[in-house]
């Protein structure tokens, strides 16, 4: 029960967020003035990381890592969870590329 209410209040703040950006107002006053000072103040071994992170990320490593986790959930013989594994993926996957062109918003 408390997984629902969480994955409610997270659905419910993410539409929040996405119609925020989706209008075009500003989501908040902070926003530009975080994103300027963050571009500033730029560690560069923290930069480096999360370029790695995003790489990972990135749809055909995404797709191969995803592809052989579900093969060896398949192959281990639990294949519902390999099934609801791959479901969800794609369910995000397609998420995700909707929003970003909804949004029209960089990084």
Known sequence: MKSLLLFCL????FCWITEEVWADRQFLPVDQPTSHWMAINQDPHVRIFFLAIARLTEV???S?????ITACLWLSRRRV???VFLGGLTVI??????LKI???RLR
């Open 81 to 83: 969870e390999s099934i």
């Open 102 to 104: 909804l949004t029209e």
């Open 60 to 62: 055909h490593v995404f």
């Open 93 to 98: 996957g397609a998420s995700i590329a909707v």
């Open 10 to 13: 997270s659905v419910a703040l």
């Open 64 to 68: 191969v890592t995803a592809l052989l």
